[in-house]
């Protein structure tokens, strides 16, 4: 591994595992914050429903920032404000205080998350984004089964308040690194897009031409450029330093390109939509907030046609049109959000099945599981070796597909169990689904962050990060909306109808992932790709 590339993965890894590390340790927390601040469950609650406003809310904006200002810079900001607000909150004084820094957190989480994916894109080649997507998320995965064990340690040795001290020495260091570290190819002062299939290669993509290969200087594929025809191309002479496709170099940062405007509109529209719509969706969950519930979906969804229209109107849209434009990623993201969607509202209903119908306890409930949390866990790192050449030969379509079939047959499994249900099969479709899941989630995220350009990195990250928000929040509340109608059901699988459609919905992701692209095997030989500017054509002997 690059010197350069092992700092941006080592923080993008750390900040997304603290980040899902967070999340689950809170859970475990919220009864004792409750009885030691004296507070009620609605404001309890907010200390989860705030933060994930906040993030929802913000995501793609502080995508464009990382896109406009640099990933490396805005992750570090990210960084270094999450570590103070979970100091804060260790330290606040009321369940008021609380919230408020929870809000701050969810901003700060904001302004990180978009950049752990933006960071990746830009240091790493698109063929070998594979590997450091899965060790991602294969430390989301550990982080996010360890959370539930970490805090209840922590909680019950230190008090709810060490949950959040948890959290700030990482953040710190990372945030502190992300600082000293340069990032390659990003800043305000990359002047050029790459074009499709270079975007890891901006200074290739710009000059064909290398130092050692000066005869390639006169070759008529680059009598586009009569200037340079004339002159042999050398790192090393003072007249290339005009030339704006090198960043980093000091000399051309004289001639930094324009800045497109940051649509604070378009943000501002967006951030109330996506809040509305989460705040919705968590509050339909809850009893007796159907209504309100429902209430703030229509009013998300009354902004929500505002923002688009502003989007059509405005000359430098929040959402980039070619990116919006882009099949492959438009299809990543449908694949993620019905995967997200359909696993967590499963394991909502099969949680309460598990304790409240058979009556196992916690622990003994978690063991059923299991399989679910080592596939997640170790499914990555195997996907790592694996996802390249299964790519290569398979293609993201295929591979995809045979995560959605074994993620869709996990939940029509759980929809057939009925109050007799034993270990066995519970454990079958536990490792369905995280099986089905880990394939689709590297498989997809890889897909959005490699076909997204490199000039909209951030903003593909803060999508994808937006859907994986919103994604569990529409399954949860759609299982309580569907328990709630088939109260005789209560949570049994097979005699409601919550899980049944879920299974419905894990489903959607079949035709999503048929509109990811195939293998690129066939049309290299079909001549359709021609080689890189400034490469010597493979020949296989």
Do not use: K
Not at 197 to 208: D, K, M, Q
């Amino acid at each position: 591994m690059s010197p350069r590339r092992a700092p941006v993965l080592a923080c993008s890894v750390v900040g997304a595992a603290v980040v899902a590390l967070d999340g689950t340790v809170l859970t475990i927390a919220q009864p004792a914050l409750q009885h030691d601040l004296h507070a009620d469950i609605g404001q309890v609650q907010w200390t989860s429903t705030g933060y994930l406003v906040a993030v929802a809310s913000l995501l793609v904006f502080a995508g464009r920032l990382g896109d406009r200002y640099g990933h490396r810079r805005v992750f570090a900001y990210g960084a270094l404000g999450f570590a103070a607000a979970s100091t804060g909150i260790a330290l606040a004084p009321g369940i008021g205080a609380v919230i408020a820094l929870r809000v701050l957190q969810g901003v700060c989480g904001a302004l990180l998350q978009p950049a752990t994916l933006g960071m990746l894109r830009t240091a790493y080649p698109p063929d070998r984004l594979g590997t450091p997507i899965a060790v991602r998320t294969a430390v989301i995965g550990l982080a996010a089964a360890a959370g539930p064990l970490v805090g209840g340690a922590l909680v019950s040795a230190y008090g709810w308040r060490a949950v959040f001290l948890l959290g700030v020495p990482p953040t710190l260091a990372i945030g502190l690194v992300a600082l000293a570290t340069r990032e390659p190819g990003t800043g305000p002062d990359r002047t050029r897009e790459p074009g499709p299939g270079h975007a890891s290669e901006p200074s290739r993509a710009a000059e064909p031409s290398h130092a050692s290969e000066p005869s390639r200087a006169a070759e008529p594929s680059h009598a586009s450029e009569p200037s340079r025809a004339a002159e042999p191309s050398h790192a090393s002479e003072p007249a290339r330093s005009a030339e704006p496709s090198h960043a980093s170099e000091p000399a051309r940062s004289a001639v930094p390109a324009p800045r497109s405007p940051l649509d604070p509109v378009g943000a501002l529209l967006l951030a109330v939509t996506l809040g509305l719509l989460v705040h919705g969706l968590v509050d339909a969950a809850r009893p007796g907030g159907t209504l309100s519930g429902l209430l703030a979906c229509g009013a998300a969804a009354a902004v929500g046609f505002a923002f688009a229209r502003h989007e059509r109107r405005a000359a430098s849209p929040l959402l980039p049109p070619e990116l919006l434009r882009s099949v492959p990623v438009v299809a990543g993201l449908a694949v993620l959000l019905a995967a997200s969607a359909a696993l967590f509202g499963s394991l909502f209903v099969a949680t309460y099945f598990l304790q409240d119908v058979q009556g196992l306890d916690p622990l003994d409930c978690a063991l059923r599981v299991l399989p679910l949390a080592v596939l997640m866990v170790l499914g990555a790192p195997l996907c790592a070796p694996l996802c390249a050449p299964l790519q290569r030969r398979f293609g993201p379509r295929r591979t995809a597909t045979a995560g959605a079939t074994l993620l869709t047959l996990g939940v029509f499994q759980l929809s057939r169990f009925d109050a007799t249900a034993c270990a066995v099969p519970v454990g079958v479709a536990a490792a369905l689904l995280g099986a089905g899941f880990v394939t689709l989630m590297v498989t997809a995220t890889s897909v959005v962050v490699h076909r997204a350009p490199e000039a909209h990195a951030g903003v593909a990250g803060g999508l994808q990060q937006t859907v994986m928000n919103i994604g569990p929040a529409l399954g949860v509340a759609a299982a309580t909306l569907l328990v709630a109608l088939v109260p005789l059901g209560g949570f049994v699988p097979a005699a409601g109808v919550a899980v049944p459609a879920l299974t419905a919905v894990a489903a959607l992701a079949l035709p999503a992932a048929l509109a990811l692209p195939g293998t690129d095997r066939r049309r290299t030989r079909q001549g359709a790709t021609p080689p890189r500017p400034g490469r010597r054509p493979y020949v296989r002997s």
